[in-house]
């Protein structure tokens, strides 16, 4: 079982929301968590686009996610939301998926002027899913090297942001999921 879970949206090939998301999950590696990071990459076009609910990696990516005690999504902002391959694999998978699980949301967009799609567009969709959500960072795109993967965050206030945020997350898995003795 994976103790954390990091699901990226992202159908680019050299994605800067992968980026952030891998640097998210270095330093929970650093932490001492295990991380297992999932991409609708790693869907076949065919089960996404005709919807093949049954399909092994469907119930293999659901299973990694319930067993996860906490979960990042992330997505890039496509036409002021989360992209539609996104959506198109949560749509598969089983609608409490996220049950008790702690989440952190996290976007990356090119303007400032659409950091509310992840109040707006991904909040309410993992929330449907029963996640916890917490408050998530939004990332502008001239605060990403993207030729820099060990450290792509290039912005003090964003990198705070994120680092804030994950201490927040860890703060929250550690309160919800100790074991009872
Ligand atoms: C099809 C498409 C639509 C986009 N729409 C928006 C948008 O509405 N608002 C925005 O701020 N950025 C938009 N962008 C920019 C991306 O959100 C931004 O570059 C993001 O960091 C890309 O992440 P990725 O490299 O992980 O795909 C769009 C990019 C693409 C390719």
Known sequence: MSEIVILSGSPSVN???DLVLRFLGRSLQN???KVTHVSIKDVPQDVLFEGKF???VVSQIAAKLQGARGVIVGSPVYKAAYTGVLK???DLLPQDVLEDTPVFPLMTGG?????LAIEYTLKPLLA????QNLKGVFVTDNHIDKTNTEQPIINIETHERLTKQLAYFVELLNRQKSPIV
């Open 88 to 90: 198109a694999l949560i």
């Open 31 to 33: 932490k001492g968590f």
């Open 111 to 115: 303007s400032p002027a659409h950091m």
């Open 54 to 56: 049954d399909s092994p």
């Open 15 to 17: 994605s800067r929301s």
């Open 128 to 131: 449907t899913l029963k996640g």
